[in-house]
């Protein structure tokens, strides 16, 4: 029994505490009172957990997010740049590695790859190039070498191998 007045007591702490309340005039004079809502702390705390696990992790600011991201080496030097759409990335991803030079383009629709991907060495040679559908692998992918040469030619269709085309 006091085990559970214990937990519920420091249930009811934890809410109380973690609720904020900011207050905003509208254009007509009136005062609103806004609460942040825990959910929302405790979701930047786990982003900020992971992100320190996995520097290269990307996720939004909040689950509803929509607008720019931009990451940035501590040089200054853009890591990863893209837009968000309602919590989901959309349109084209660019990546980079600390030179500057270009990582990775990638394409979303609503949080799924679609369309063209393209990865480069930090020579800045193309690595590999393919097209996402559904955020599966399909069509023919190219992997080339660090002097740029096709080393290998791969059929994907619903991110399965097909085949590996012969290299001429």
């Not at 800045?124 to 040469?149: A, E, F, I, M, P």
């Amino acid at each position: 029994m006091k085990k559970v007045l214990l937990i519920l007591s420091l249930v009811l702490i934890l809410f109380s505490c973690n609720n904020t309340t900011e207050t905003k005039t509208l254009e007509n004079g009136d005062q609103v009172r806004i609460a942040d809502s825990i959910s929302k702390q405790q979701q930047k705390i786990v982003v900020d957990s992971l992100k320190k696990k996995n520097p290269l992790l990307i996720l939004p600011p909040d689950s509803n997010y929509t607008g720019e991201y931009l990451d940035k080496y501590d040089n200054g030097i853009i890591k990863f740049k893209g837009n968000y759409r309602f919590g989901k990335r959309h349109g084209q991803w660019m990546s980079f590695y600390p030179s500057g030079l270009a990582w990775s383009e990638m394409h979303y629709d609503k949080g799924s790859r679609q369309g063209p991907n393209m990865t480069y060495f930090e020579n800045g040679k193309l690595r590999y190039s393919g097209y996402y559908k559904n955020d599966g692998r399909d069509s023919v992918w190219l992997y080339y070498d660090t002097l740029g040469k096709i080393a290998e030619k791969v059929v994907f269709k619903n991110d399965k191998i097909i085949k590996k085309l012969p290299l001429k």
